[in-house]
């Protein structure tokens, strides 16, 4: 059974290969999860772990007026169980402890499923961000209020 928990420091090199594998080109570093993770006032960050290996993980930026979904990804034999909608809701709730009224996301315009997965926990489309990301894709830009 997969159950969340807290992003710790020992996560970050079992997280490494999966952030890799679905973000090729462009993925954080051990560096940048050290840094984040360091942010422990204004960030929060979860861990999916199964059978002792984490599956999934995704992070909360809390500014002053808004939060915002920093990173957020399932490994791809676990995509397809509702773990990226518990990430998701796990992220909403925090925000919403921390007294936001407002998440935003980026998600890249091809990624179909992320975006159907956004849209019914009550994020729209906003603006998009052209050729964001590597390859010239262009970023949606998605508020929840």
């Not at 909360?60 to 518990?86: I, K, N, R, S």
Request: hydrophobic residues 40%; glycine residues 8%; negative net charge.
């Amino acid at each position: 059974m997969v159950s969340l928990e807290r992003f710790r420091w020992w996560h970050v090199e079992e997280v490494l290969p999966i952030e890799r594998h679905l973000f090729g080109v462009e993925p954080w570093t051990a560096h940048h999860f050290w840094s984040e993770l360091g942010q422990v006032t204004t960030r929060h960050y979860v861990v999916a772990v199964d059978e002792g290996a984490v599956v999934g993980y995704a992070g909360l930026c809390d500014y002053p007026d808004e939060a915002f979904v920093q990173t957020m990804a399932v490994a791809p034999a676990h995509q397809g169980q509702g773990l990226g909608a518990a990430l998701l809701l796990d992220l909403l709730q925090e925000a919403e402890r921390r007294g936001q009224r407002k998440t935003l996301l980026e998600v890249r315009a091809d990624n179909e499923v992320a975006q159907r997965l956004y849209a019914r926990h009550g994020f729209r489309q906003t603006s998009v961000r052209r050729g964001y990301y590597p390859g010239g894709v262009d970023a949606w830009v998605m508020e929840r209020t």
